[in-house]
């Protein structure tokens, strides 16, 4: 099982972001998938989840109505769009499967900031 993550970057408050997760070496398409996020001196923390048709998503309160988790199985690959983006936000951002979880990437690094 692979992932590697890409698209963070630094940005403004009120910015936006959209992540990818490319996932190999695994059936992507039989699993629920779920982005994490890890900030300094923080625990990782689940930040968004969608089943493996992405008929169903849930996210954490906090990124409620700001950040979108979608996939696309033809390309084995896992997204996060991140809106109105806060410095609160920043943190490394993994992806994993939600329920059977495997080794984690090197993450993105995303810093909100003016």
């Known amino acids: 099982v692979q992932f590697v993550e890409s698209g963070g970057g630094l940005v403004q408050p009120g910015g936006s972001l959209r992540l990818s997760c490319a996932a190999s070496?695994?059936?992507?398409?039989?699993?629920?998938m779920s982005w994490y996020r890890q900030g300094p001196g923080k625990e990782r923390e689940l930040v968004a989840t969608i089943t493996p048709t992405g008929t169903n998503t849930n996210y954490v309160d906090s990124v409620k109505g700001r950040f979108t988790i979608s996939r696309d199985n033809a390309k084995n690959t896992l997204y996060l769009q991140m809106n109105s983006l806060k410095p609160e936000d920043s943190a490394v951002y993994y992806c994993n499967r939600r329920y059977s979880e495997a080794a984690w990437g090197q993450g993105t690094q995303v810093t909100v900031s003016s």
């Open positions: 070496r695994f059936t992507f398409s039989s699993y629920t």
